[in-house]
């Protein structure tokens, strides 16, 4: 793909490949061409991993095509420096995937495949030089050499001790090194070959990348292996509702063909059922139908946790199946084994969280997405800011398959969409077992507040757990918030712990850490005096999971009660804590949403949600969603079993529509209201909602970037206007405004909210105003002007915090 320069003449016969870096980029699509010299034509394919110049640098890349002759001149093509593997990484399928990525979510192609593959980040490419003649030779040239390229001939003294990389040249040598070692290479004396530095050993832990896939800390998994054949629930006999849903999805499986591309309907899926309605049930007799056919089925769930039920699962159904799983949490040498047998096509079915949408599957016929409303399947924190349902939506139209979106609680954005006919509503109203839903109990907090009762247990769930406890059943206690106080105040000053560097206040967590700040992850010791006026009556508010399990343990001292939540999955013992649950050799479960989610446990008797409204009152305009989603799944982990289970609602606002629907367990009544609570505002589904934030550590700056920005959407065409007075096909903005986390990590954030009726049309629009604001190209990552301020762009956010 061509450069700035007009078209030289090509030079037909030109070996030349085009490389996407697996960096961020400058230019239009982040695809460069390259020559292939002499030594790799023939190695350099698509899909190969390649070692390219860059700007200053040497980095990775991927091959994405090859072809003879370039738009750029001859003189000005630079080589590939070296390939990492004999074979491809990914198949062709996957370049185009990569691409459409890139343009959907405002980054490059590169990074697309980066993110895709296993152990990212585990590898790193560096170039080593050796010599290229005899040391004889190479130690006459270096007495010529001598004084006038000084540099050059340290380099090539080190050569003569034996091959070094760049990275050791740089540090012996300082920054000119890698320069003159490209002098080296010039003059015939030394070549250089990529090679890949593993940066971690097997069976070390690995930590999960910040805005990585959560994970509870799965078992390492092996790849694809034939799992016994078990009886498994094959022999259910499915209710009507399953039956009916079933034969839909069949005719959807049945006349597709890679590269056919679905029409609307008929091929996408919405399967919504009510927590423990047989949906996976469904999906899985779905998956084995795919099999018969010769096809590849890809199961996509939520967090890495999830994984070995499923996997369970899969192998119950589909004993003779070859299963491989594939996610970015995993060791990078089963991960790469995984990864590799699923390329040389040795799967019939692959398990993962997010990034696994990406799996190089070449017969794809199923891709199933369970709970398909977590937010986890966005990738939020940094570039790619894919959306795993949207890529999965396109890969499984481009290459024939079947697309199943499973959740009791769909996003409003793939409801919206069933109900428009885009996609095919698939029902389950009732549980599979015929149990009726747990009932729901709503506590108003405010009451038992004004009858004395100052604790975080109301008295109906006291009296509840006690009960549940007595009968020998097991209770979740969930809350959204984890530590112990989620403030310290100052009694006589009103002083409150804040974090320095970000917007918020600290979290006290004890005993593990003292304060923390949940944003930048600081650490600091709890004061013993109140530092604003060196009081005595520093005081703990607002209750996290700690301090639940705490109030539990002194309120019941018989039970035994466990803890999940981010604190305990980062000290690795969030297996444990869940198996020990799930054997029922633990009584009560307090944790964060981490509980709420996919947990089949049939046992327990109560769920309750200590504080249903901790997220009501964010301002976003997701919160009554969120709210309402997190409270119906919770109350779906009671009542699996043929014993009746309870579910009970503590909440200071019981009269809200989220609270109220959440304890009816009316999902399309919500979802019906809040559709059209949204509509005049043109929030999502109505429009596609791109979020450009600027940050920087003075304030005037970030907000100056995004007043820039608004300035030039406005020369962009965009209205400022609400949509009820602006035109309602025109693309829109609101802001610029302090994002309501003003500042992080020591970052002031500005932010624009762009609402966009078409999102290609926008998308055009935003990187134009962008590039005329920033001086920059816009990116799904950030990027930062000379010294300007750091622009990052969200496409379809989950959250505008
Ligand atoms: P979901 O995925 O909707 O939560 P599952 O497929 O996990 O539901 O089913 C919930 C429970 O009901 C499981 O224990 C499953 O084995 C059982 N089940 C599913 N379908 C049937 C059926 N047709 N008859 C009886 N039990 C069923
Ligand atoms: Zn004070
Ligand atoms: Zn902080």
């Known amino acids: 793909m061509a450069g700035p320069e007009p078209a030289p003449p090509v030079i037909a016969d030109l070996p030349v490949a085009e490389v996407a870096p697996a960096v961020a980029t400058a230019g239009d699509d982040g695809v460069f061409d390259y020559r292939i010299p002499p030594a790799l034509v023939g190695q350099v394919a698509p899909g190969v991993r390649v070692?390219?110049?860059?700007?200053?640098?040497?980095?990775?890349?991927?091959?994405?095509?090859?072809?003879?002759?370039?738009?750029?001149?001859?003189?000005?093509?630079?080589?590939?420096?070296?390939?990492?593997?004999?074979?491809?990484?990914?198949?062709?399928?996957?370049?185009?995937?990569?691409?459409?990525?890139?343009?959907?979510?405002?980054?490059?192609?590169?990074?697309?495949?980066?993110?895709?593959?296993?152990?990212?980040?585990?590898?790193?490419?560096?170039?080593?030089?050796?010599?290229?003649?005899?040391?004889?030779?190479?130690?006459?040239?270096?007495?010529?050499?001598?004084?006038?390229?000084?540099?050059?001939?340290a380099v090539l003294r080190d050569l003569l001790g034996g091959p070094a990389n760049t990275g050791a040249l740089r540090k012996r040598h300082g920054p000119r090194a890698v320069a003159a070692l490209r002098e080296l290479v010039k003059k015939g004396l030394a070549v250089t070959a990529a090679e890949t530095v593993k940066a971690r050993v097997r069976g070390q832990a690995a930590k999960?990348?910040?805005?990585?896939?959560?994970?509870?800390?799965?078992?390492?998994l092996s790849g694809s292996e034939p799992a016994p054949t078990a009886p498994g629930s094959a022999a259910l006999r499915l209710t009507s509702a399953q039956e009916a849903a079933l034969a839909r999805i069949l005719v959807g499986l049945g006349g597709g063909r890679p590269g056919e591309t679905a029409g609307a309907g008929g091929r996408i899926f919405v399967l919504h059922g009510v927590t423990g309605s047989g949906k996976t049930e469904v999906y899985l007799r779905a998956a084995a139908e795919a099999l018969a056919q010769g096809r590849q089925a890809l199961i996509l769930v939520p967090e890495v946790s999830l994984v070995p039920q499923t996997l369970d699962r899969v192998r119950a159904h589909l004993g003779k199946?070859?299963?491989?799983?594939?996610?970015?949490?995993?060791?990078?040498?089963?991960?790469?084994?995984?990864w590799d047998s699923v390329l040389r096509g040795e799967a019939d079915v692959v398990v993962g969280a997010r990034s696994a949408v990406f799996a190089p599957l070449a017969r794809l016929g199923l891709i199933v997405l369970d709970e398909e409303h977590e937010d986890s399947y966005k990738q939020e924190e940094k570039a790619p800011r894919y959306h795993a349902r949207e890529v999965a939506a396109w890969r499984a139209s481009r290459e024939g398959a079947a697309l199943i979106l499973a959740s009791a609680t769909p996003s409003l954005e793939t409801y919206h969409r069933a109900l428009t006919r885009e996609y095919d509503l698939l029902e389950l109203p009732t549980r599979a077992g015929g149990q009726g839903l747990p009932p729901v109990q709503t506590v108003d907090m405010r009451a038992e507040l004004a009858a004395g009762n100052r604790s975080t247990f109301s008295?109906?769930?006291?009296?509840?757990?006690?009960?549940?406890?007595?009968?020998?059943?097991?209770?979740?206690?969930?809350?959204?918030?984890?530590?112990?106080?989620?403030?310290?105040?100052c009694r006589d000053c009103g002083w409150v712990a804040r974090c320095p560097d970000c917007d918020v206040s600290l979290t006290y967590h004890s005993p593990e850490t003292d304060l923390a700040c949940h944003y930048c992850g600081r650490h600091e010791a709890a004061p013993s005096r109140c530092p604003g006026c060196g009081g005595h009556r520093v005081r703990y508010f607002g209750a996290g999971t700690q301090k639940i399990e705490e109030e539990t343990r002194l309120a019941f001292p018989e039970a035994r009660v466990v803890r999940l939540d981010a604190d305990v999955v980062r000290r690795g013992e969030a297996a444990r804590v869940l198996a020990l649950f799930q054997a029922g050799q633990a009584d009560v479960l307090v944790g964060t949403q981490m509980v709420a989610k996919g947990l089949d446990i049939p046992g327990v008797a109560l769920v309750a949600a200590v504080a249903a409204d901790s997220g009501l009152h964010l301002p976003d305009f997701r919160s009554a969603e969120k709210t309402f989603r997190l409270l119906t799944q919770a109350a779906g982990r009671?009542?699996?079993?043929?014993?009746?289970?309870?579910?009970?609602?503590?909440?200071?606002?019981?009269?809200?529509?989220?609270?109220v629907a959440a304890a009816g367990q009316d999902y399309k009544a919500f979802a019906l209201s809040e559709l059209e609570a949204?509509?005049?505002?043109?929030?999502?589904?109505w429009r596609h909602l791109v979020r450009v934030e600027f940050s920087d550590p003075e304030e005037g700056k970030a907000r100056e970037a995004s007043q820039a920005f608004a300035r030039a959407l406005d020369r962009q065409g965009f209205d400022s206007l609400p949509l009820v007075l602006g035109a309602p096909d025109r693309p829109r903005y609101g802001g610029p405004a302090a994002a309501p986390l003003a500042r992080l990590r020591?970052?002031?954030?500005?932010?624009?909210?762009?609402?966009?009726?078409?999102?290609e049309a926008g998308l055009e629009g935003v990187k134009a105003a962008v590039r005329q604001a920033t001086g920059h190209e816009a990116r799904g990552g950030r990027r930062r002007a000379a010294d300007g301020p750091v622009t990052a762009v969200d496409v379809d956010p989950t959250s505008v915090l």
């Open 51 to 153: 070692v390219v110049p860059l700007g200053g640098r040497t980095v990775e890349g991927f091959c994405v095509r090859v072809k003879t002759g370039s738009g750029i001149a001859p003189e000005r093509l630079r080589d590939i420096a070296g390939v990492i593997d004999a074979r491809p990484a990914f198949p062709a399928s996957s370049l185009e995937l990569a691409v459409w990525t890139a343009r959907r979510y405002l980054c490059r192609p590169g990074e697309v495949l980066q993110a895709s593959l296993p152990g990212r980040g585990l590898s790193r490419a560096r170039t080593v030089g050796r010599l290229a003649v005899p040391a004889a030779e190479a130690e006459e040239a270096l007495a010529k050499l001598g004084g006038r390229a000084p540099v050059q001939a």
């Open 208 to 220: 999960p990348p910040s805005g990585g896939e959560p994970s509870s800390g799965g078992e390492p």
């Open 321 to 338: 199946a070859r299963v491989a799983v594939a996610h970015s949490y995993l060791g990078g040498r089963e991960r790469s084994e995984a």
């Open 459 to 489: 008295r109906a769930l006291t009296k509840a757990l006690g009960e549940s406890l007595a009968q020998g059943r097991q209770a979740i206690l969930f809350l959204n918030r984890r530590g112990h106080s989620t403030f310290i105040l």
């Open 638 to 659: 009671t009542g699996r079993d043929e014993r009746p289970g309870r579910v009970i609602i503590q909440t200071y606002s019981p009269e809200h529509p989220a609270v």
């Open 678 to 685: 949204r509509r005049p505002l043109g929030y999502p589904p």
């Open 746 to 759: 020591g970052r002031y954030r500005w932010h624009v909210l762009v609402f966009c009726p078409d999102l």
